[in-house]
């Protein structure tokens, strides 16, 4: 049996579903793929050993994706709130600009571990800009942006 079948073998058998499959590799590559056809022959034999092996691998990965996208989530919050976007106390106007002006259009606890990385290069190029042109900042921030 090829490596890479064995792989999707043990993970079927775990229950891993495409989406989270997709998560543990972006995680596992540390963000150079998510798909387990750009997997390295080194990295499908440890994955392979870690589900063989560990009596408890798929509540460990999952473990392991979920403190990704809690570390992620809060690049993305230390970003909004120093650009303004997020008071520390409060929520709404975070809300109404995720809603509105990210990437994905879609609230932070929707966003995929892969999803996050483009969303933190977003709040990175915002940051930029305000940086680069601070007379500019209040436009570039609330632009589009409705609050009711």
């Not at 775990?14 to 798909?35: F, M, P």
């Not at 994706?65 to 989530?73: A, G, H, L, Y």
């Not at 106390?89 to 975070?94: K, L």
């Amino acid at each position: 049996m090829s490596s890479h079948k064995k792989l999707m073998t043990l993970l079927g058998k775990a229950g891993i579903d495409d989406n989270q499959r997709h998560d543990l590799v972006y995680v596992w590559t540390q963000g150079r793929t998510s798909s387990t056809r750009d997997l390295t022959e080194d990295e499908i034999r440890d994955i392979c050993w870690k589900f063989e092996n560990q009596f408890n691998a798929p509540v460990m990965v999952q473990g392991a994706v979920d403190n990704e996208i809690r570390r992620k989530r809060s690049i993305v919050l230390k970003l909004a709130t120093e650009q303004g976007l997020k008071e520390i106390t409060g929520w709404e106007r975070f809300n109404a600009f995720m809603a509105v002006r990210s990437v994905h259009k879609k609230a932070l606890n929707e966003y995929t571990v892969r999803e996050l990385d483009e969303l933190i290069r977003q709040f990175r190029g915002i940051a930029e800009n305000n940086k680069r042109y601070p007379s500019k900042k209040n436009f570039t921030l609330l632009s589009g942006l409705i609050l009711n």
